[in-house]
């Protein structure tokens, strides 16, 4: 129930083209979804969040699309550019006395952007 | 603004000895978590500790693993006893917030200890 699916695993797309991630949820409980970047060698890095009472948000080229009833939200990367190839995280958390707000990952989508 | 510092960037133990990690939160952050990133996985969390309380350990293996955040000085995430398995990226984050409010965190570059 503390699990967050995501896919592809992988993903090759050519500059200028529109890269979709997918992840999936099963607690309801989860109220905030960022997304975190990782380039090789270095931490992830906070790239986009929503919070479950909207449905899409979106950050230059970057959007977040949700979907409560489904339990599911997607990244989406506009015009995408050889720079942003990296490691793709969705992460959940939810508010909680203990849990604080500990994230719980995907397992990561490698996005490869071709010049 | 100094981002979340960790160091060393890169540990090499071998079996049997004992790894420390640091961990420097953001200034003004008082919230610490851990999270460790096997090869070609996600991230799995660890601990979270505020200023000399360990809020929730349940991510932590039960033996060799600890945690403190004391009042002065950085977060330490300390391995007893290192097997190869526990070769990994090590992630510490901090954030602002108390816990009923968001979720943002700050990652630091990482830790990678490699066990030989």
């Known amino acids: 129930q503390q699990q967050v699916k995501q896919s592809p695993q992988s993903l090759i797309v050519q500059k200028g083209g529109i890269s979709i991630i997918n992840c999936a949820y099963e607690?309801?409980?989860?109220?905030?979804f960022p997304w975190y970047q990782q380039f090789p060698g270095k931490g992830p890095a906070l790239l986009i969040a929503?919070?479950?009472?909207?449905s899409e948000k979106k950050e230059g080229r970057f959007t977040i699309s949700f979907n409560k009833s489904a339990k599911q939200f997607s990244l989406h990367i506009m015009d995408s550019q050889p720079g942003d190839s990296a490691t793709y995280f969705c992460a959940a958390s939810m508010k909680g006395e203990t849990s604080g707000s500990r994230l719980t990952f995907g397992e990561g989508t490698q996005l490869t952007v071709n010049p | 603004n100094a981002g979340v510092m960790q160091n060393p960037r890169h540990l090499v133990r071998r079996r049997g000895q004992e790894a420390r990690l640091r961990c420097s939160p953001m200034k003004g952050h008082s919230h610490v978590y851990w999270y460790r990133q096997l090869p070609e996985e996600g991230l799995k969390f660890m601990v979270y500790l505020q200023k000399e309380n360990i809020i929730d350990e349940s991510g932590m293996p039960k033996e060799r693993f600890s945690a403190e955040f004391p009042k002065e000085g950085p977060s330490i995430l300390r391995i007893q006893q290192v097997v190869r398995g526990d070769s990994a990226a090590y992630f510490c984050?901090?954030?602002?917030?108390?816990?009923?409010?968001?979720?943002?965190?700050?990652f630091g570059p990482g830790t990678r200890l490699t066990v030989t």
């Open positions: 984050a901090s954030s602002p917030q108390p816990p009923s409010v968001v979720g943002e965190q700050y």
């Open positions: 929503i919070r479950p009472d909207v």
């Open positions: 607690n309801t409980a989860f109220d905030y």
